[in-house]
DNA sequence: CCAGACGTTGTT
DNA sequence: GTCTGG
DNA sequence: CCAGACGTTGTT
DNA sequence: GTCTGG
């Protein structure tokens, strides 16, 4: 799955590679969790990209209680087409989340004791950048309150993933971003294609501090490779 | 038909 | 144990 | 994802 | 809003 990750690139980096219309001047976070607001890539209505804030867990427009959202921080690739809480946003609302890596938690078995040991997982390309598959919504409490809020979708996870964890993120290609981000695509099985799990060899994994547990430790030294 | 859920992950 | 908040 | 709270009443 | 279960 994918319940924490980083963007710490430049705002120019970020720029260049998802080709978006503004500057963008951003905190390095080197721990981004659910409940927080997180950068998407969206398009506009004239076809051009821009970077926008949401709550990430998603609130579907007809929720009540927008404490569903604390559950609805990822959708399944394989089943998020039938769902109807991502129905409408995989039809209409479609974005990408810049990403610098992504954390994945492995379960050890040592002695009789579990442990959780956290990895994080980043491009093997330096100085590359992740764009996950996401959806958006818009929601509206009833008081009038207006709450932007989004998902990230995740699939099988590949050879280099799988030894940690069976699921991550979905982390498209940059020849599919336009595609993606489409809003006439309103196929959704025509998007199938570009939900598989990423090749093995982009990315790059090391054990790192489990410092990383705490949501509100945001500090560059979580990127520092441990020993388990 | 209406009522009630609508999700993923991991663990048992 | 389970839900909420970050 | 993990961490941290989890409750009511009445009083200040 | 839309799907599932009764």
Redesign the pocket.
């Known amino acids: 799955?994918?319940?924490?990750y980083a963007l710490y690139a430049p705002g120019r980096r970020i720029r260049e590679h998802f080709r978006l219309e503004d500057e963008l001047d951003l905190e390095p976070r080197y721990n981004i969790?659910?409940?927080?607001h997180v950068l998407v890539v969206r398009e506009d209505s004239d076809g051009r990209r821009r970077a926008g804030l949401c709550r990430?867990?998603l609130i579907?427009?007809?929720?009540?209680?927008?404490?569903?959202g604390?559950?609805?921080?990822?959708?399944?690739a394989?089943?998020?087409v039938?769902?109807?809480?991502?129905?409408?946003a995989l039809r209409r609302s479609r974005c990408i989340l810049p990403a610098s890596g992504f954390?994945?938690?492995k379960?050890v078995v040592e002695s009789g004791r579990?442990l959780?040991q956290?990895f994080f997982i980043r491009p093997h390309k330096d100085d590359e950048l992740f764009g996950f598959a996401g959806l958006a919504e818009c929601w509206v409490s009833p008081e009038g309150e207006i709450i932007d809020t989004c998902c990230i979708l995740?699939t099988e996870a590949n050879a280099l993933v799988k030894p940690i964890?069976?699921?991550m993120p979905v982390i498209l290609a940059p020849g599919d971003y336009d595609f993606w981000l489409d809003p006439g695509i309103q196929e959704p099985e025509a998007l199938r294609p570009l939900l598989a799990p990423c090749p093995p060899e982009q990315l790059e994994a090391y054990p790192v501090s489990?410092k990383?547990?705490?949501?509100?430790n945001d500090a560059p030294e979580l990127l520092a490779p441990a020993s388990m």
């Open positions: 799955m994918c319940g924490r969790a659910p409940g927080t990430w867990g579907p427009r007809w929720a009540k209680d927008p404490s569903i604390s559950k609805l921080i990822n959708a399944r394989e089943t998020v039938a769902k109807p809480a991502f129905r409408a954390y994945e938690w379960i579990t959780k956290p995740t964890h069976d699921r489990p990383v547990n705490s949501p509100r």
